[in-house]
């Protein structure tokens, strides 16, 4: 496995614990959803892989290395992030954001290929190449969020919400994307709302409950068999069956 | 009359802005108030003091040597260790700094105030349409339009530039994304550095001394300069800095002989009013918490 996550605790402060004993697991060009309500502690375990959470304790192995090793580098890894507020420059130009993504990389003669290749993706980029991040719309400022964590090439992708509070038709773009980079062979992990469309396009999906605690896992097939899933999800994901097989 | 009352205004709106361009970067970046960038301004004077029987450009040299090195390592020293820490935490961090250089400079190298003869050069003048500009007011305009410009440069069309301003807007984000924090506020600190030198060439030909307390002045026009500008600004900060100057130039020129000690409390009531119509500060777009 790619990533490991075992037995999982984190607390922010002294009382609030956000995951209580979460474990999880991504192999090499998996895409994996994380599904769950609001709270449930899903951008939390994101946060602790990239290390801006608090693990309390449990582990999380990325190829082999604990990733709360004060050496372990997420950047040098390869692991690339796009929060849920997408953490996109205001004040910088969409160019200026975007060529922000590869700033630490040593290849710089295939970073401007690279550039071309994500405004082939996101043509939208391109028109707007000069503009002020702050003046692109939401669904703008995703597809920037997601095209600037690409450029670092990276092995593992995590995006956190990537289609909360968008257009109907920016969330079929974004979920578009998502499976072209799958097949590309990005390997993915996706924290979502948007149970139906993540289990979906997913490979396997995880069903988080706050608070912090993994409900069950697999795929549709899976899912639909645990009935404890079914419950607190509202459906049962048989009927995706047909897209996920 | 008028002409060579508005010249100088200017000049001393130039060297006012000067002080406020350090002023704003660190805390448009770091969200630090460094109350320590008196000092840094002190030790650039002092570089000047010791290589006094030197050519100028050689004591310009040292100043910009001594200040950028000395704010590295207050960065390096004091601030570092602290990075995480809230802001009030910092601001009394660079307090402490504050008095710690003082008191060091005091005691060792800068016991009292030292004179620093001016350059001949500097305290010539030209006369143009019977205006009376002095070489200093000159060099002064020139190396503000200088800095300011080559610092909207840097930010602008440098990588550096671009990596100072999205870790001014998220550095979390930024460090997320690669950026070396650690490199980039070393760069925002030698940065300042080099406007504290600037500011201290300046002030030292302005008033042939220095001593271990000439920080404290530059400090509060520079803080307050840039409070009406824009704290987070950089454009704004240099306005608000140019703006105090003149305002301080035109008291001084119209201001009734009896009513010169009153100055700087006309001055700052001024600035209290502007501060209570845009509390943000004059060309910030951000508005600031007001309770």
């Known amino acids: 496995m790619l990533l490991e996550i075992n037995e999982l605790f984190v607390r922010y402060g002294k009382s609030v614990m956000a995951l209580q004993g979460a474990s999880l697991e991504v192999g090499e060009g998996e895409l994996v959803s994380l599904i769950g309500q609001n709270g449930a502690g899903k951008s939390t375990l994101l946060k602790s892989i990239v290390g801006i959470a608090p693990v309390h304790s449990g582990s999380i192995t990325y190829d082999g290395a604990a990733v709360t090793d004060k050496k372990f580098s997420v950047i040098k890894n390869r692991i690339a992030y796009v929060p849920e507020d997408r953490g996109v420059f205001s004040s910088l130009t969409v160019g200026e954001n975007l060529r922000l993504g590869a700033v630490s990389r040593k290849d710089t003669r295939n970073i401007d290929a690279d550039i071309e290749r994500e405004l082939a993706r996101f043509p939208i980029l391109g028109e707007y190449w000069s503009r002020g991040a702050s003046l692109l719309s939401g669904g703008e400022q995703q597809q920037l969020?997601?095209?600037?964590?690409?450029?670092?090439?990276?092995?593992?992708?995590?995006?956190?919400?990537?289609?909360?509070?968008?257009?109907?038709?920016?969330?079929?773009?974004i979920f578009d994307v998502i499976e072209q980079l799958r097949d590309e062979g990005v390997t993915i992990l996706l924290v979502e709302q948007n149970a139906v469309r993540s289990i979906e396009v997913s490979d396997r999906s995880y069903v988080?409950?706050?608070?912090?605690?993994?409900?069950?896992?697999?795929?549709?097939?899976?899912?639909?068999?645990?009935?404890?899933?079914?419950?607190?999800?509202?459906?049962?994901?048989?009927?995706?069956?047909?897209?996920?097989? | 009359m008028i002409l060579q009352i508005i010249v100088d205004m200017v000049g001393l709106g130039a060297t006012y802005a000067l002080l406020t361009i350090g002023i704003a970067l660190l805390f448009g970046i770091l969200g630090l108030m460094n109350f320590a960038y008196g000092e840094i301004i002190m030790i650039g004077a002092f570089a000047m003091y010791l290589f006094k029987d030197y050519p100028w450009f050689v004591g310009v040299l040292a100043a910009v040597v001594f200040a950028v090195v000395v704010s590295v390592l207050t960065e390096r020293l004091a601030f570092r260790p602290l990075r995480n820490a809230d802001p009030v935490t910092l601001m009394i961090a660079s307090f402490a700094v504050s008095l710690a250089l003082q008191s060091v400079m005091?005691?060792?190298?800068?016991?009292?105030?030292?004179?620093?003869?001016?350059?001949?050069?500097?305290?010539?003048?030209?006369?143009?349409?019977?205006?009376?500009?002095?070489?200093?007011?000159?060099?002064?305009?020139?190396?503000?339009?200088?800095?300011?410009?080559?610092?909207?440069?840097?930010?602008?069309?440098?990588?550096?530039?671009?990596?100072?301003?999205?870790s001014?807007?998220?550095?979390?984000?930024?460090?997320?994304?690669?950026?070396?924090?650690?490199?980039?506020?070393?760069?925002?600190?030698?940065?300042?550095g080099v406007m504290a030198a600037a500011s201290g060439v300046i002030l030292v030909a302005r008033q042939g001394a220095v001593s271990a307390e000439m920080g404290l002045t530059p400090l509060l026009i520079g803080i307050v300069g840039a409070v009406v500008g824009g704290m987070s600004n950089l454009k704004g900060a240099a306005l608000g800095g140019l703006l105090l100057g003149m305002g301080t130039g035109l008291l001084e020129a119209t201001l009734p002989t009896d009513l010169i000690a009153f100055r700087d409390a006309f001055l700052y009531s001024a600035v209290m009013v502007v501060l209570v119509i845009r509390p943000q500060g004059l060309l910030s777009g951000t508005k600031v918490r007001t309770s």
């Open chain 1, 145 to 173: 969020a997601i095209a600037r964590a690409l450029l670092l090439r990276p092995k593992l992708l995590l995006l956190d919400e990537p289609t909360l509070g968008l257009a109907p038709i920016i969330v079929d773009l």
């Open chain 1, 208 to 245: 988080m409950q706050a608070p912090g605690k993994i409900l069950g896992s697999g795929d549709a097939k899976e899912l639909a068999a645990n009935e404890a899933v079914v419950d607190y999800l509202g459906f049962s994901p048989t009927g995706l069956l047909g897209d996920s097989e």
């Open chain 2, 106 to 166: 005091r005691m060792t190298v800068l016991p009292r105030t030292q004179g620093v003869p001016p350059q001949p050069f500097l305290t010539e003048s030209i006369t143009v349409f019977g205006i009376r500009v002095t070489v200093l007011q000159i060099v002064t305009l020139v190396l503000c339009g200088v800095l300011l410009g080559g610092l909207a440069l840097l930010m602008k069309k440098t990588p550096l530039g671009v990596q100072l301003r999205a």
């Open chain 2, 168 to 192: 001014a807007e998220n550095f979390q984000v930024a460090k997320s994304l690669g950026v070396k924090g650690s490199f980039v506020i070393m760069s925002a600190f030698a940065i300042a």
